[in-house]
């Protein structure tokens, strides 16, 4: 065939002035662009480290072929298009340029807010890569930024838009930035200050040369490509298409240091026979690369694979300050070092396992509950870290380590860019480790957030929020429906509350949700459940024992009374079904506020439902005092106003933190402890909406400080005698009464 193809280069500047001008477009049989905001991150970092980045498959178009396949322009394009090709493979890497390089104001697919893509400049001239190209929400705080060039010069932040927005303007951009830094130096050296003077005079040079990079990159960074001719007929493109998609080959970074640790007489495979056996609970291919990913954050805080290459003994790595200079450094010496460094590896990665198994930490009972074997490498190097570094309290360390882990699985936070996310948690976990103020904006963010999970849609086994909500249960110490008592872990299954055979033809997939899941054994399941719907065996249990001793095993499932009450009704209908599932959320949702925000792991569960009960009070005391304020402006005792307007201060640096709300009384009860509800309750202005629900303010003061001296000596894990428990619960038991 004459002319069926060829092959040619676009370079990046020509590249992106033909995505402006739309020449490229999408045939209907391609998939939707599903790159998410990481995935374009990465491409932009492949760019500018002027990495590889694939070829594209082009089509060279006609009329008649753009009708045929129903072509449109890419996703996020804006004006006019103007085809030339059909993007026959490419079209995510074309899009995701695009979408980084032109900035549509449109929402990034499958979120609510459009994205726009940036550089950290200090942190790509230290070859921080893995930190240096980042992604954030366009903002108010981020729009005004992008608005600024001023701003972006004085904060390092080279907005990827740039690159789109024309030669003038890029021009414009990449000499204000180095004329900045050059007048902060010599207005510093003006006034005599030299160290300021220096500072600026390091920007300015890197400033310099970050522009000389990013011209050179404009004209001298390829894209290959390939041509098929017009006239190539459309069964043949939509078969190429076809078997292109069909044949992707992964390079292996575990054999190819292999054949490179080889020469140092290393045998990698050999040590990884040796090793694997210890390892086998993560269901995993990747084990294997997981243990060189522990070596190389723990040595050098990166794991990506261009990291790993320099886990070859003497193999150099060229590190450059941040005043220019370079340094080579040798991470691994010698073939004894690699072996020692490879064998802690391996003790680091056994021992998350182990962790991980334990049924009263994160619930891991079986390997098909393992939300992310992806998160191992960054668990064992953090564990690592805290079991072996200069830290100065390793219970705290390991507490804040356990809320990093939820974080990450309820905030999906380790499904793809596994390796920069573990570089980025490693950082900014080791400061929080050593400053509670420096918790990472993704905790935060998960505290503040953890009731917007939809869980009624977690329905895939082997999901990570699906597994995590499982582990939560075995947590909670789920008993057995037959024996009352903790289960065999080990035989642990997700087994359905109400059954499949009922829910496939009522509710359809919507019964495999994790809400109608709880972990029994098969013998329980089969002798118990056995496909009879819950108001059969539930009123079973009940008519077989006793009601308390059946409530408080369903509440150990975190199946509310409430739940089990709708779960029994005599025609249970599809309707009774959401409304349990509705029900159940809440409970589970609770119970993740309970055990992983309050983390009240370490509590015995009776001292757990203990604990629960006060937050009742406690909640509902808030809620009278609400009552009795009204909309009126809180008048809180001097010493009460003191202590808790530093929390709300605290709270204020927050995402998402409504201010208005936290300045009325309902937000600002939320940050009462018992005593501050007390002192408020027994103050002037309020005692007389008061009075007629308690006896006197000195009664009401001693029942306050017995159920404040339980709930503290629960909370902070102190032994509770007799005396202070017995007084702890009268108490609650006088609130109970007094607050109906």
Not at 4 to 15: H, M, V
Not at 406 to 412: H, M, P, Q, R
Not at 611 to 616: P, Y
Not at 686 to 691: A, M, R, V
Request: glycine letters at 4%; hydrophobic letters at 40%; aromatic letters at 12%.
């Amino acid at each position: 065939m004459k002319n069926a193809q060829k092959a040619d280069r676009f370079n990046l500047s020509s590249l992106l002035g033909d995505l402006q001008k739309g020449i490229f477009v999408i045939p209907d049989f391609q998939r939707e662009f599903e790159w998410r905001p990481w995935d374009v991150r990465d491409l932009i970092k492949s760019i500018f480290l002027d990495y590889y980045i694939g070829t594209l498959l082009l089509w060279k178009g006609k009329e008649e072929n753009f009708r045929a396949l129903d072509c449109e322009p890419m996703y996020g394009f804006q004006g006019n298009s103007k085809p030339d090709y059909i993007v026959l493979d490419g079209q995510q890497r074309l899009t995701a340029l695009y979408y980084a390089c032109f900035a549509p104001d449109i929402n990034f697919p499958k979120r609510k807010n459009p994205f726009f893509f940036y550089i950290d400049i200090k942190k790509y001239l230290a070859e921080e890569d893995d930190e240096a190209f980042a992604y954030d929400v366009k903002s108010k705080k981020w729009r005004t930024l992008l608005a600024d060039k001023t701003e972006q010069f004085k904060q390092h932040i080279f907005p990827i838009s740039i690159l789109g927005a024309g030669i003038m303007e890029f021009v414009e951009w990449v000499k204000g930035y180095e004329n900045y830094w050059k007048e902060e130096a010599s207005s510093a050296a003006a006034i005599g200050d030299q160290d300021l003077a220096g500072l600026a005079q390091q920007a300015a040079k890197g400033a310099e040369f970050f522009s000389k990079h990013l011209l050179e990159l404009q004209q001298d960074y390829q894209i290959s490509y390939i041509e098929l001719d017009k006239e190539i007929g459309v069964e043949k493109v939509c078969d190429i298409f076809t078997q292109i998609n069909s044949k992707g080959i992964r390079l292996d970074i575990f054999d190819l240091l292999n054949a490179l640790l080889k020469p140092k007489e290393i045998q990698l495979k050999k040590l990884w026979r040796e090793a694997a056996k210890r390892l086998e609970f993560a269901e995993t291919e990747k084990m294997n690369v997981y243990v060189l990913q522990v070596m190389s954050i723990l040595l050098q805080a990166y794991c990506s694979p261009k990291y790993l290459y320099f886990l070859i003994p003497n193999q150099p790595k060229t590190i450059r300050h941040p005043d220019g200079s370079f340094e080579k450094k040798i991470l691994i010496d010698s073939e004894a070092a690699f072996k020692k460094s490879w064998d802690d590896a391996v003790d680091f990665i056994e021992d998350v396992i182990q962790v991980l198994k334990n049924p009263r930490d994160y619930g891991v009972v079986s390997s098909n509950f393992l939300p992310y074997p992806s998160i191992i490498p960054a668990f064992a190097a953090l564990r690592a870290y805290v079991k072996n570094g200069q830290i100065a309290s390793r219970p705290d360390a390991l507490r804040k380590l356990r809320k990093w882990y939820w974080a990450s699985i309820f905030g999906n936070r380790y499904s793809s860019s596994v390796e920069s996310t573990s570089a980025q948690d490693f950082g900014v976990m080791k400061k929080w480790f050593e400053n509670d103020e420096e918790k990472p904006s993704f905790v935060r963010e998960f505290e503040a957030n953890f009731r917007n999970q939809d869980l009624a849609r977690e329905n895939k086994k082997g999901a990570a929020i699906y597994n995590a909500v499982f582990n939560l249960l075995v947590i909670r110490g789920a008993k057995d429906l037959d024996t009352f008592e903790l289960p065999e872990y080990a035989s642990l299954d997700d087994h359905h509350i109400v059954p499949a055979s009922w829910g496939r033809e009522h509710v359809g997939t919507d019964i495999h949700s994790i809400l109608n899941r709880t972990p029994l054994t098969p013998t329980t399941n089969r002798n118990i459940i056995n496909d009879k719907l819950p108001n059969q065996y539930l009123k079973e249990m009940f008519s077989q024992h006793k009601a308390d001793d059946v409530w408080e095993v369903l509440e150990s499932h975190l199946i509310s009374r409430k739940a089990a009450e709708i779960l029994m009704r005599d025609n249970f209908e599809p309707d009774d079904y959401y409304e349990f599932i509705d029900e159940r959320q809440k409970t589970i949702l609770a119970g993740i506020e309970t055990l992983l925000i309050k983390e009240r792991i370490d509590l015995s569960p009776d001292l757990r439902r203990l604990d629960e009960e006060i937050e009742k009070v406690e909640l509902a005391l808030r809620e009278s005092i609400v009552s009795a304020v009204g909309e009126d402006e809180f008048l809180l005792p001097g010493w009460v106003k003191n202590a808790v307007e530093p929390r709300l201060t605290k709270a204020a640096k927050n995402p998402g933190f409504d201010q208005g709300y936290y300045e009325t009384p309902k937000g600002m009860v939320e940050y009462f402890d018992l005593q501050h509800c007390k002192e408020v309750i027994v103050s002037k202005p309020y005692w007389d909406k008061f009075s007629g629900r308690y006896p006197n303010k000195e009664a009401l003061a001693q029942k306050f400080n017995q159920l404040a001296e339980l709930r503290n000596t629960i909370r902070h894990s102190r032994t509770a005698t007799e005396i202070v428990r017995m007084e702890g619960e009268a108490a609650l038991l006088w609130f109970r009464e007094a607050l109906k």
